[in-house]
């Protein structure tokens, strides 16, 4: 078992930054590709980035790249999720979510069999 626990969400102003952390526990954090997921009220969950396992390989949803960084640190078993030039459509509960390692690219909310409570990202002027 693991258990996540997310952190760091809050109300910003379009344009502003966020980081939001994710605390894991239980198994070894290094054994899993960490993941990162928002759902807006009424809408499906949305894959937002991922970590490999590795740390070595990272990718992102379209509408977040060259904002959002993914970044873990296996040493403290926390993966973050560095947001920056926040838009209102960013808006949403945030999840962290944990899938064991692998090299092959997961984006589908089912293949996460691990998740945190969620954050609140509001973005709003």
């Known amino acids: 078992q693991v258990q996540l626990v997310e952190s760091g969400g809050g109300l910003v102003q379009p344009g502003g930054s966020l980081r939001l952390s994710c605390a894991a526990s239980?198994?070894?954090?290094?054994?899993?590709?960490m993941g990162w997921f928002r759902q807006a009220p009424g809408k499906e969950r949305e894959f937002v980035a991922v970590?490999?396992?590795?740390?070595?390989?990272?990718h992102y949803v379209d509408s977040v790249k060259g904002r959002f960084t993914i970044s873990r640190d296996n040493a403290k078993n926390t993966v973050y999720l560095q947001m920056n030039s926040l838009k209102a459509e960013d808006t949403a509960v945030y999840y962290c979510?944990?899938?064991?390692?692998?090299?092959?690219?997961?984006?589908?909310?089912?293949?996460?069999?691990?998740w945190g409570q969620g954050t609140q990202v509001t973005v709003s002027s």
């Open positions: 970590i490999f396992w590795s740390g070595r390989t990272t």
């Open positions: 979510a944990a899938a064991p390692g692998s090299l092959i690219l997961r984006t589908l909310a089912s293949e996460y069999g691990y």
């Open positions: 239980g198994r070894t954090f290094s054994n899993y590709n």
